[in-house]
């Protein structure tokens, strides 16, 4: 397992020192990465060696990330004020660590603590850091931010509103893992959702890589995986999960996604109006290679997003992309 974890906005970082900066892997969808977007890594040596040295002050890490996530919360709380019925902060882990993960990297470039300084030095002899996403003790999805040998989860409070909001644990005990499969993905979307799962018969020209209809108790009804995470696993696997998946799966009531059909019937898109069986869909993108192509992974996502925006409105991406932009 290498040791390297990247985010592009840590590049920046580590510039503005006067020497070179380390060599920086993206984290996940490289040709060459072992690793899935917005995997967490387990740390080597070398990155405990350098967290001994630069992050030893978690009580001023804390402090500083409890800073800036009150901040976050002051411009988002009004703006994104619920979340499938749920007020604010609920539901809105990617929101919350993407702004708090922006404004870490701002003050890093720009040092002006104690704190601050360290982790400049850390990020520049080569510490390692960024976004990442996964499933979190088996339970639910959730968005954090790795440091080295640390978990960063600046949006503790989002499942759990009682929960402190700021959380710094050791990544081995943190319980973070990538999502192994389509049948991992929906066991915790069931569990932590509250979901039915059906086979993605609405829109089968998407099935190769959203083979699932989720349907909430309300009756809201959308296709997953919504997960660069996930999507990557299925192109890597060669759309075999996939298959498999749609296999295992019943079709849904005509009832329950009524207005799926509904969207199919007014759109003009090919792969939105298409017909035919998912898995003979999925069977014939691997047959055509579809799986090499990422701009056949691109308008599959394209088309995804255009379906949640009948649901969402503006922005439709940011709650349903569970992992942040690909």
């Known amino acids: 397992m290498t040791d390297a974890l990247c985010d592009p906005a840590w590049t920046a970082v580590a510039a503005t020192r006067p020497w070179a900066p380390p060599v920086w892997l993206e984290p996940g969808d490289g040709a060459d990465s072992p690793h899935l977007p917005r995997q967490p890594i387990p740390p080597g040596a070398r990155q405990r060696r350098l967290a001994r040295t630069y992050l ?23 703006r994104l004020p619920s979340f499938a019925g749920k007020l604010y902060p609920l539901g809105r882990c990617l929101e919350i660590r993407d702004a708090v993960f922006a404004a870490l990297v701002s003050r890093i470039q720009q040092p002006d603590s104690a704190v601050t300084r360290a982790l400049h030095g850390f990020i520049a002899e080569g510490g390692v850091g960024g976004k990442i996403w996964g499933v979190l003790r088996e339970s639910y999805f959730q968005n954090a931010i790795q440091l080295g040998p640390l978990y960063v989860d600046v949006a503790n409070d989002t499942v759990t509103v009682t929960k402190p909001k700021i959380e710094i644990l050791p990544m081995e005990s943190a319980g973070m893992v990538p999502v192994a499969s389509l049948a991992h993905f929906a066991t915790i979307a069931r569990r932590y959702w509250g979901v039915e799962i059906y086979r993605n018969t609405v829109f089968p020209a998407l099935a190769p890589y959203y083979p699932m209809i989720c349907v909430s108790e309300t009756g809201a009804a959308w296709i997953e995986p919504g997960s660069g995470q996930v999507t990557t696993l299925i192109r890597r696997q060669r759309m075999m999960p996939a298959l498999r998946f749609l296999s295992a799966l019943a079709p849904p009531p005509d009832d329950r996604v009524r207005a799926l059909y509904q969207i199919k019937s007014t759109s003009t898109d090919a792969l939105i109006r298409a017909e035919g069986d998912p898995v003979a869909m999925v069977e014939q993108a691997r047959a055509q290679g579809r799986y090499r192509d990422p701009a056949y992974l691109a308008a599959c996502r394209a088309r995804r997003d255009a379906i949640i925006a009948h649901f969402r409105g503006s922005e439709p991406t940011k709650p349903w992309n569970l992992d942040g932009p690909p």
């Open 56 to 78: 030893g002050d978690l009580d001023g890490l804390h402090a500083l990330l409890q800073e800036l996530r009150l901040q976050a919360d002051e411009e988002l709380a009004p």
